[in-house]
């Protein structure tokens, strides 16, 4: 009778959880794991704190928001004054569809920012954080 | 008679000294001609290139600048603009064919180590050597590198002067 309620409340709990977490995740945790085998999971916080970590290149400040606006639900703009579609998926679904465009972006915007390359833990963290606005 | 030859000569050598500083003149600011953009330029180069900033006619620079361009899109003007190796042999392929017809020398950029720039040729600040550093500096109008402010077709390589409008 207990197995029966436990089959239950997975059978229940799944398809709520295919819901929530969005299908990038699970790449970028596997790679976090291996990257950090006390990876424990991915904070909206610190994906939040990425987008406006503020760092000094050339003697201005650059941050996500340089180009994306402090709300990712907005038309942001790039130095070049090129429009950019809104960030978040919430108001363009279309955002974080195609992980070779994910990385893509990843790749450039991360060295644009904080001459870097960002860890699969910070993408990770990013996506959950990006994906939760509403 | 025998004293005319060495004049003629001289007059010959600074006829042809002449033309040449006025060929030099002139070759200075000859401007790119073939500006359409070609009717088969690929989407991929459409995409990639005109994400960050507006969608410049290859035949603005001769091939070689566009070679350095490409050459060095790691670091683009201080942006990395990387690509898969895929799309970059086929935007650089377009780039140096659509580019073939501008014969015009390349010009280094003022800064060491960046890229030939469109904005910093001598024909470009010849054509516009009334606009004044204010007016590019406007908000609306976004820097000399942003030519759809004031020239609205250019994207399709039109830049007709008639058609040019500062905005305010």
New interface residues.
């Given amino acids: 009778m207990k197995a029966y309620w436990v089959a239950l409340a997975c059978c229940l709990s799944l398809p709520a959880f295919a819901e929530t977490e969005h299908p990038l995740l699970p790449g970028y945790a596997e790679q976090a794991r291996q990257d950090n085998p006390a990876f424990t999971g991915f904070s909206a916080e610190r994906g939040k704190a990425l987008y406006f970590a503020e760092q000094k ?2 003697g201005k400040t650059m941050s996500c928001t340089t180009c994306h606006t402090a709300d990712p639900r907005q038309i942001g703009k ?5 429009k950019v579609e809104p960030l978040a998926p919430v108001a363009n679904p279309k955002r974080f569809s195609n992980p ?1 465009k994910v990385e ?1 972006w990843f ?3 991360c ?2 920012v904080f001459t870097r390359e960002c860890s699969a833990q910070e993408k990770g963290d990013f996506i959950t954080w990006i994906n939760s606005l509403k | 008679m025998r004293r005319g030859k060495p004049l003629a000569v001289a007059l010959v050598a600074l006829a042809v000294a002449g033309f040449t500083i006025a060929d030099d003149d002139e070759h200075r600011y000859k401007r790119p001609k073939r500006l359409a953009v070609p009717a088969d330029a690929p989407q991929i180069w459409k995409d990639e290139c005109a994400s960050c900033h507006m969608l410049y006619s290859p035949g603005l620079l001769p091939a070689e600048a566009w070679r350095r361009q490409m050459d060095t899109l790691n670091d683009h003007y201080g942006s990395n603009a990387s690509l898969e190796p895929e799309e970059e042999r086929e935007i650089r392929a377009f780039l140096l064919r659509a580019s073939a017809r501008n014969h015009l020398p390349v010009e280094p950029a003022k800064t060491a180590g960046e890229p030939p720039r469109i904005s910093q040729t001598r024909w470009f600040e010849h054509k516009h050597d009334e606009v004044s550093a204010a007016k590019f500096r406007r908000e609306s109008v976004g820097g000399r590198a942003n030519c759809v402010a004031c020239h609205r077709d250019a994207e399709r390589g039109d830049f007709d002067e008639d058609r040019v409008k500062i905005p305010r």
Avoid: H, L, Q, S
Avoid at chain 1, 78 to 82: D, F
């Fill in positions: 290149r050339d790039t130095p070049a004054y090129r070779k893509k790749r450039r915007n060295d644009d």
